[in-house]
C-alpha cells in the first residue's frame, strides 16, 4: 500500500490514543494505584483509549464513569504527552481537567486494574508515576489555574 509515496505495510505498528482527566474536588486529583507486578503500584490518573466513532471528551468522561463512578462537571483540554514506554510501544495520551459532581459516588469499579482511588494534592504525588504522568507533571501544567491557556505538551 501506499501513501503520498511512502510504502505502508499492513503490519506498520501505529501509536495509539488515550484519554486521562485530571478529576478535582475541594482543591485536590483523583490519584489511582494501578496495579504493577509483585503487588506493587504506580500513581495514575482515570483514563483510557479513544474508541472508534467517540470524541476526546465523550471518552474522558466515559473512562473516568467506568473506573471511578463519578460524573464530571465542564472539561478543559490541559495537554498531551507522547509515551514511548519501548521501541514498539508508543501512545499520545490527551488531558483535560474537570471539578467532579458529587465525590461521594466515588467507587472502586476495577479492582484487578488498580488497588484504589485517593482524593490527593497534586504536588504531594512526586515518585511511583505511571509513564504518562510523570510526564505530564514534567510540563509546567498544575490544576486549578485557569487563566489563561492551559495546554502544556511534553516533548
Known amino acids: 500500500m501506499s501513501h503520498r509515496g511512502v510504502n505502508i505495510s499492513s503490519s506498520q505498528q501505529r501509536v495509539n490514543c488515550a484519554v486521562a482527566v485530571v478529576v478535582t474536588h475541594a482543591r485536590k486529583v483523583l490519584f489511582g494505584r494501578r496495579r504493577t507486578g509483585c503487588g506493587d503500584f504506580e500513581w495514575q490518573l482515570p483514563g483510557g483509549w479513544l474508541e472508534i466513532g467517540e470524541s476526546p471528551q465523550q471518552a474522558a468522561r466515559r473512562e473516568v464513569l467506568e473506573e471511578t463512578g463519578l460524573l464530571l ?83
Open 73 to 155: 462537571r465542564e472539561l478543559h483540554f490541559v495537554g498531551t504527552t507522547s509515551n514511548v514506554f519501548s521501541a514498539h510501544n508508543h501512545s499520545l495520551s490527551l488531558y483535560f481537567e474537570a471539578e467532579c459532581v458529587d465525590a461521594g459516588s466515588l467507587a472502586e469499579t476495577e479492582p484487578e486494574k488498580c488497588h484504589g482511588w485517593e482524593w490527593r494534592y497534586w504536588a504531594d504525588v512526586t515518585d511511583k508515576l505511571f509513564l504518562p504522568l510523570g510526564l505530564l507533571k514534567q510540563t509546567e501544567y498544575r490544576p486549578f489555574f485557569q487563566q489563561g491557556p492551559k495546554a502544556r505538551v511534553s516533548t
